[in-house]
């Protein structure tokens, strides 16, 4: 310290604030996208952080002089992260849309119509294909998978039962003959094994029901599509399970939201995302599974099949010299093979139908599954869809208090299904 | 020792007369002390100060993050009075602080009574019960905590060998609430280590002479220890309550977020996150934050009124 006087500090000090603030101001700076420079913004696990990485690195490699900034995170935070980034107008120049909010985004300003993007190729895309994705009558976002509702079964289970599914076919895949099946294929299973997981919150699941009853999960102006009625059915098919001891209770699955891990074992059946097979198989790997479209009431409503489109956006607020750099890497998203041999098929089915026919050249036999299941659920008729309006985002909270309620039996199902759309109900209503 | 080492070196600067000129020296020395206390203040006003009037102006605007916020006076306020999750956040954090702390104190008094009395291998006791302050309500001890007491946990494990079959506790709505309590008990660490301090403060000789007028170990416990170590009981008091109040980390590990099972772990703070981040009602959870912390001054100033009647510094009441 000796040859550190005070005047030499003082100097060192203010070197180091120049310093500080020369680099906040570099980073401020930094914001924005450049022309060679943009940010890319997913959600997953570890396994899907690790395939993007590499297939944005495969992206740089594509376009020389390219650089990726990807931001990543986990589903809930992603979605957290996102709307503060839209707050401080910081938003990702590409970006994934989380299923709730794909309105509120939408009225928050943060797509940018992507059909005038000459780096960015539609024509995998049919008119109709490219219609239906519209919103507000623009193509400002872009489906990067297709995800249906699905039962995933344990084959080995049933092997080891002797037993079978009822009949694939319109006549006994119905919800009647799977929850008889399950009730029977419980009374005789193994110790600690039951027919189904309790999972009466899932969406999609919950959404085909919904349609089959000729109901909807949301209208085309923004509200509720379905009554209490409905959805006292959906507990009532949950509540004749665990009543009768052929579903999982909260307890035995640790909450009315299960984690697979913890389930996978236990159960012959589950429903889920017709895509999570492709990570959840593989965590029981003794075991083989099998998926198959959701069961169909004898009376089910026209056109109650339907895909959710899970959607890729650009930024409003993008640079313009980054515009066609975005359109390059939504172009690599949805239309490149490369690309989907690098990170597989764990977010779902390619909504580009070039893409789906390559997808059968890289897909495990799990995958090639849930393939055919969406390609078989897309061949049919389906009415419209409409996206989860602004003020939506916490219904699957309110979903699951009401699943608490019915399975504890703290309320009774018609009261459960009361609550659950008042609570809904007054949700859209402070966000309108 | 000489009398020269008393004199404070800063003294010997000081100017004999007001109004006189301060030296250059001491103006030298005043813009070092602001140059070093710069990143201080600079923190103090960037991430504390404007945040917090930022969210003031917040607390009385209907604000959802992606829109900009748009003045609705007191409407948030009035919200809360007929929110019912809201009520039951507060219902959750109150059961919560009343009973948590009260037994986290006791057992951090009790283990550093009995740590005090000098028994052999008094350090490695020590480190081993502050441990778990360390990891204190981190995601880690939360995960931990699922495990111990889920449907398949240790806990009904060791029931099991008694033929009892249990429930998972932290999908129980009657039982989940209990588990953090036993977890927040468990980081006893912190307070007992200050109790620990003020123990070793108290004389020897007060004891001594409880000791002949024939005051067995209750009576010099409840007329000597407690008594003159009533001041480090109010500051672990003080310290523990507001913390209690902010308790947010293990109710949103252990409930994924919701609070539940049906709201049984709704802490206010999380309700104020689901508001704030999940909602996106960030007027909403602003005047929330605030409300808490009137709440939070309100009973600290309480504690503070109250400690005059019982807490006692040396010969004063």
């Known amino acids: 310290m000796d040859h550190l006087n005070r005047r030499r500090f003082m100097q060192l000090v203010g070197l180091g604030a120049l310093g500080a603030a020369g680099t906040t101001a570099l980073t401020a700076c930094g914001g924005g996208s450049g022309g060679n420079s943009i940010r890319y913004a997913w959600w997953g696990d570890t396994v899907r952080q690790q395939k993007y990485t590499a297939a944005l690195e495969a992206f740089a490699q594509q376009n020389p002089g390219v650089e990726v900034r990807p931001e990543f995170a986990d589903y809930d935070a992603f979605q957290e992260r996102i709307t503060v980034q839209t707050a401080g107008r910081d938003v990702p120049d590409v970006f994934w849309i989380p299923s709730p909010h794909v309105m509120s985004y939408h009225d928050a300003g943060l797509y940018r119509r992507l059909d005038d993007i ?69 009374r005789d299973a193994p110790p600690g094994r039951k027919g189904i997981h309790y999972n009466a919150q899932t969406d999609l699941c919950f959404e085909a029901w919904l349609r089959q009853h000729g109901q909807d999960l949301w209208t085309a102006d923004g509200r509720m599509g379905f009554d209490a009625a409905a959805l006292a059915g959906w507990f009532e098919w949950w509540e004749v399970l665990r009543r009768a001891g052929a579903a999982t209770n909260l307890s035995e699955q640790e909450g009315a939201q299960p984690e697979w891990p913890v389930v996978g074992d236990k159960v012959l059946v589950t429903f889920g995302n017709s895509n999570h097979i492709a990570d959840e198989a593989p965590m029981f790997p003794d075991y083989e599974f099998g998926l198959r479209p959701m069961p169909v009431l004898p009376d089910a409503a026209a056109g109650h099949r339907f ?32 690309m989907l041999q690098l990170v597989g098929l764990s977010v779902g089915a390619p909504a580009n139908p070039a893409m789906l026919r390559a997808a059968y050249d890289v897909a495990n036999e799990d995958e090639k599954k849930m393939l055919a299941v969406v390609e078989r659920e897309l061949a049919e008729e389906q009415k419209p869809r409409y996206e989860a309006p602004a003020g939506s985002g916490t219904w699957r909270s309110i979903m699951t208090r009401g699943v608490e309620e019915v399975a504890l039996e703290r309320a009774s199902v018609s009261d459960a299904a009361a609550r659950v759309i008042a609570d809904i109900d007054r949700e859209l209503g402070q966000a309108s | 020792m000489s009398h020269d080492t008393l004199v404070r070196p800063a003294a010997q600067g000081l100017p004999e007369q007001r109004g006189r000129r301060r030296p250059p020296s001491f103006r030298r020395q005043g813009r070092a002390a602001h140059v070093f ?46 929110d019912e999750r809201f009520w039951a956040s507060v219902g959750v954090t109150l059961r919560y602080v009343l009973v948590s702390v009260p037994l986290q104190l006791a057992f951090a008094l009790l283990l550093a009574v009995v740590l005090d009395r000098g028994m052999r291998g008094l350090a490695l006791y020590r480190s081993a019960f502050y441990l778990p302050s360390l990891l204190g309500s981190s995601v880690a001890v939360a995960i931990l905590w699922r495990q111990l007491f889920g449907h398949e946990g240790l806990v009904n494990s060791v029931l099991g060998w008694f033929g009892v079959t249990g429930e ?115 007027g909403y959870a602003s005047a929330m934050a605030w409300v808490l912390l009137l709440v939070i001054a309100v009973v600290t100033a309480g504690h503070f009124l109250l400690s005059r009647y019982w807490v006692f510094y040396g010969d004063e009441r």
Do not use: C
């Open chain 1, 118 to 186: 000459p780096s960015l190729d539609l024509s995998a895309f049919s008119a109709a294909q490219l219609d239906s994705f519209k919103i507000d009558g623009e193509l400002n976002t872009l489906p990067r998978s297709v995800l249906t509702a699905a039962v995933r079964f344990n084959q080995t289970f049933l092997d080891e039962a002797g037993a079978q599914l009822p009949a694939d076919d319109a006549q006994n895949w119905t919800w009647d003959r799977l929850s008889e099946f399950l009730i029977d294929y419980s």
């Open chain 1, 307 to 338: 895909g959710y489109l899970s959607r890729i956006a650009v930024y409003q607020g993008i640079d313009d010299e980054s515009v066609d750099l975005a359109g390059r890497l939504v172009q690599f998203n949805i239309n490149d093979p490369q």
């Open chain 2, 37 to 82: 206390l710069l990143p201080f203040l600079l923190g103090l006003v960037l991430i504390t100060a404007v945040p917090l009037l930022a969210s003031l102006y917040l607390s009385f605007t209907d604000y959802d993050l992606l829109h900009d916020p748009e003045l609705i006076g007191l409407d948030n306020f009035r919200r809360m009075v007929e």
């Open chain 2, 168 to 282: 998972s506790w932290l999908q129980n709505p009657d039982t989940a609430l209990s588990t953090l309590v036993v977890l927040n008990v468990w980081t006893f660490g912190s307070p007992m280590i200050i109790f620990l301090a003020g123990l070793r403060q108290i004389p020897e000789e007060l004891y001594e002479a409880a000791r002949v007028d024939g005051a067995g170990r209750v009576r010099q416990f409840w007329s000597v220890t407690v008594p003159l170590l009533t001041p480090i009981v109010f500051f672990n008091l003080v310290l523990q309550t507001i913390g209690a109040f902010q308790a947010f980390t293990q109710a949103h590990i252990i409930s994924s977020g919701q609070g539940g099972p049906l709201d049984s772990t709704l802490f206010y703070t999380l309700y104020l996150y689901q508001q704030g981040f999940q909602s996106f009602n960030m």
